[in-house]
């Protein structure tokens, strides 16, 4: 008999409402991505995409938020860092939903400019995090994002 593990504390917390609209929404994603065109689009696989994806609109909502925050709070630099980062991260999700207009040079490109963005914000809210939580959470989304283009990027290359 094989024994049976506990399950975890989270496992058995209640679903949150908004935990199960953003679940329904990351399926419709999934759901419409497998249904785009693939036509000239080589080394470019929606599925795989698909993380890469939800990473660079959490790290645009959570920069976002850093922003708004940020400027109540008198950190001019933080909070433009923060808005530049929302602009690059939302610009590269909108590319990657878009197979149609994909080219590995451009996309590449891009994909390396949304790290950088990304690593420069996640250092800019990094100096601020052990007083500001707002900065703590976008740096971590920050460096999400930055591992999941890299990931991306990787696995693009390897097509």
């Not at 925050?69 to 950190?75: K, L, R, W």
């Not at 990094?126 to 930055?146: G, K, L, N, W």
Request: proline content about 3%; overall charge negative.
């Amino acid at each position: 008999m094989v024994p049976r593990s506990r399950p975890s504390v989270a496992s058995n917390r209640q679903v949150r409402p908004h935990e199960r609209e953003r679940a329904t929404a990351m399926s419709m994603m999934a759901d419409m991505m497998k249904t785009m065109p693939m036509a000239g689009t080589s080394g470019m696989d929606m599925t795989m995409m698909q993380g890469c994806i939800e990473a660079c609109s959490a790290a645009s909502m959570a920069a976002t938020m850093c922003a708004d925050a940020d400027g109540g709070e008198g950190m001019g630099r933080c909070a433009a860092m923060c808005m530049n980062t929302a602009e690059v991260a939302d610009t590269m999700m909108r590319m990657m939903l878009r197979p149609a207009g994909y080219d590995m040079g451009v996309m590449t490109s891009m994909m390396s400019t949304c790290m950088a963005m990304g690593e420069a914000c996640a250092a800019e809210c990094d100096m601020h995090a052990a007083m500001s939580e707002h900065c703590r959470i976008c740096a971590a989304a920050c460096r999400a994002m930055v591992e999941a283009c890299s990931s991306a990027m990787s696995a693009m290359k390897a097509a």
